[in-house]
């Protein structure tokens, strides 16, 4: 049996990939390593296999934790482990310094203490910027970073950690950086499920700005192959931009899902914009295509339907998150730009 070390998979991209891996490969078993913070959730890995899906409650930040979880000789490291969400950092950045600089650090040191084989870091496209909204241009894998927010700050500052490494001890390491996911089991603190969600309770959709940002969007599912192919076919020492060539603007996918839930537009409400808010992303995904031979499965139109569909069936998912600490969350970060 192989055996994935896997942090951060009790959140959403993290769960995809476990149960992804526990589907798609028989000879790998998984050690899932997840601080449980406000973004991790059990009910994500219900389904997992216990044969083959271990979990350990730990931080990345904390080395000890990490070393009594991970075995001698594992055979790689997936770190999904981070703050995720843009408006968390722009309110307060510290703890994106700690976990998603400090803990990719950690880790790496416990790549050396262990013999893992390889260290995959799931980083995402933010780290270089913003583009302009001339459709001409695209990120590509010698763009360079420029990170805008303070959690593209810290995701960048990951990777050049992730370098520093392999430069130094020789680490065997593979980034990824993916556009905007959507899919099953989101947070509903990021557009798409947060717009389900709200729509579904009639209550008013607040779009940041003039609505016409473009975020390129990809199913999570589509996401977490690549990051397997990345493991399995990834050069050592490359990083792949990954996106769906989805580009979409907010008012755009807005509408579509008010639209799919047949509720009226009118729930629409445009909002002070996101500070320092990025105007564009979109990644051209050539590399990936053709040296990892991956390609996105799911069309924009079947992943929406079924991510609807999704927080339709599971309301009571979404209902305890909307129930505990999410509330205030959600009080102190909108009830000034809706007037409440
Ligand atoms: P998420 O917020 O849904 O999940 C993060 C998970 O990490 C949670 O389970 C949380 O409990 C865990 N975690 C947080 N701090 C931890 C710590 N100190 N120690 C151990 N576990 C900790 O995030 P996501 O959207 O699933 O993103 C996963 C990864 O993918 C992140 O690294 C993110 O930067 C990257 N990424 C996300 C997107 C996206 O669109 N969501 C796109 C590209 C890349
Ligand atoms: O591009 C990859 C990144 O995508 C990931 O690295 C991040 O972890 C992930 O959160 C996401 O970042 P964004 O900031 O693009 O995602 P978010 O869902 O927060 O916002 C998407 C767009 O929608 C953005 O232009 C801001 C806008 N928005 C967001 C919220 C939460 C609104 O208009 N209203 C809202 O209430």
């Known amino acids: 049996m192989k055996v994935f070390f896997v942090t951060g998979g009790a959140g959403f991209i993290g769960s995809a990939f476990v149960h992804l891996v526990l589907r798609e490969r028989q000879d790998v078993s998984i050690i899932d390593f997840d601080a449980l913070t406000y973004a991790g959730n059990l009910e994500n890995l219900k389904d997992a296999d216990p044969a083959r899906h271990r979990f350990v409650r730990g931080d990345i930040r904390d080395k000890e934790a990490v070393l009594s979880a991970l075995p001698d000789g594992a055979d790689a490291i997936f770190n999904f482990a981070a703050e995720s969400h843009v408006d968390r950092s722009i309110t307060s950045a510290s703890e994106f310094v700690t976990t998603n600089v400090l803990g990719t650090q950690v880790l790496l040191d416990c790549v050396r203490a262990k013999n893992v084989g390889r260290f995959v870091q799931v980083s995402t496209d933010e780290v270089m910027g913003s583009l302009p909204e001339d459709d001409s241009a695209f990120f590509l894998e010698d763009s360079p970073l420029q990170p805008n927010s303070p959690y593209a700050a810290s995701k960048a500052a990951a990777e050049h950690f992730v370098r520093a490494a392999r430069e130094t001890f020789g680490l065997d390491t593979v980034i990824t ?108 995904a050539t590399l990936v295509e053709n040296e990892l031979g991956w390609k996105p499965a799911t069309t924009w139109e079947d992943g929406l339907a079924a991510t609807i569909d999704w927080y339709r069936n599971n309301q009571d998912w979404v209902e305890h998150i909307r129930n505990g600490a999410y509330r205030e969350y959600y009080r102190e970060m909108y009830a000034e730009k809706l007037g409440n």
């Open 177 to 284: 950086r993916c556009g905007n996911n959507y899919g099953p089991r989101q947070f509903p603190e990021k557009l798409i499920p947060l717009m389900i969600a709200n729509a579904m309770r009639n209550e008013p959709l607040p779009v940041y700005g003039d609505g016409m940002n473009v975020r390129d969007w990809i199913f999570v599912d589509d996401h977490a192959r690549a990051i397997l192919a990345a493991y399995e076919c990834g050069v050592s020492g490359s990083h792949y931009n990954v996106g769906a060539r989805n580009e979409r603007r907010n008012i755009e996918v807005v509408r579509s899902i008010l639209d799919a839930l047949g509720k009226p537009h009118s729930l629409i409400r445009y909002v002070q914009d996101r500070l320092g808010h990025d105007r564009r992303y979109a990644i051209d």
